[in-house]
């Protein structure tokens, strides 16, 4: 079995309520379609259809305060309850703290052990490797535990070359921010079929997408609900190249932000743990997933088993 693991940052399962969740407000045919027409809400899980599953998913683990990003994505990779360990919810970058535990061993690194293939498909721009060698920049977690397993990121290079992916799935920010108006740019549709195409290479494969939880601080409820449309697009180009049989799609997040635009603090609500594959993969992988610290033993189960 091979796992594309889609993470998004921020996003927890809000209210039905338009006015504060973009996700109450926003119509996503395609998704709402994998949910039997139901939108991605608390009220939605769990729910188990023809092709998805959706369950809710704790990320307070039982700590007190609002989940953060560098322990939640730590429990993520690596299956343990990092903030109970140290006693907080900490982020958004690790403190040595939590560098500790990804660095011990992660997902990845597992996943090299045991003779797996695994990647990163964001492509990062120059001067985010500047400020990681000048030391003006700290890895996030999961560009952390990419490179302690000795897997190298994707470059401008890789991104040209077709072999990663940009941060925001189309390209705009590499032409519109970063300043390479030589870019590649695509669709939406375009960028999941690009999706599919650089997942079925790895046994494993993560996507980041980081802007949603942008996107809560901001409290910018256009911008979200924009995302979201070009999300799922993303989706849609994704599944239409998609080999259910021997492939398991799973998007979730580390801590619940967009769905509450009343407050730019993250929230504590539930996460989605959403899963798209056949039912057989689907079944063994929810089962007695209740939280974030199941995530990553049954990632490195499902592809080897
Ligand atoms: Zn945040």
Redesign the pocket.
């Known amino acids: 079995m091979r796992v594309l693991f889609i993470f998004l940052?921020?996003v927890g399962l809000g209210s039905d309520d338009p006015a504060i969740n973009p996700l109450a407000r926003v119509e996503l045919p395609y998704l709402q379609g994998l949910l039997g027409g139901r939108k991605l809400l608390a009220t939605s899980a769990p729910y188990i259809g023809e092709s998805a599953t959706l369950l809710p998913l704790d990320a307070s683990l039982g700590v007190k305060g609002l989940p953060?990003?560098a322990t939640g994505q730590a429990v993520l990779l690596t299956g343990i309850n990092v903030p109970k360990e140290i006693g907080e919810h900490y982020?958004?970058k690790p403190n040595p703290a939590v560098a500790k535990f990804l660095l011990n061993g992660n997902l990845f690194s597992q996943l090299v052990h045991s003779g797996k293939t695994g990647a990163l498909l964001n492509a990062y721009p120059p001067r985010y490797f500047h400020g990681v060698d000048s030391g003006k920049r700290l890895y996030s977690a999961i560009p952390l535990a990419v490179t302690s397993a000795g897997l190298k990121l994707f470059d401008k290079e890789d991104y040209y070359a077709g072999r990663a992916l940009s941060a925001d799935f189309v390209g705009n920010g590499w032409r519109d921010m970063l300043g390479f108006p030589d870019a590649p740019i695509y669709s939406p549709h375009q960028a999941g079929n690009k999706l599919a195409e650089l997942a079925r290479q790895y046994d494993f494969s993560l996507f980041e997408y980081w802007a949603s939880?942008y996107a809560?601080?901001k409290q910018d409820m256009n911008w979200a609900i924009e995302q979201f449309k070009v999300f799922d697009d993303v989706l849609q180009g994704l599944c239409s190249q998609w080999d259910d049989e021997d492939s398991l799609i799973l998007i979730t997040s580390e801590?619940g932000?967009m769905e509450d635009l009343t407050t730019r603090r993250?929230t504590d609500a539930k996460v989605p743990g959403l899963l798209i594959g056949s039912r057989k993969a689907r079944t063994e992988f929810a089962t007695g997933l209740v939280d974030l610290t199941g995530i990553c033993q049954r990632i490195l189960k499902i592809i080897s088993p």
Do not use: A, E, L, T
């Open positions: 940052d921020g953060q990003s982020g958004p939880d809560g601080h801590h932000n993250h």
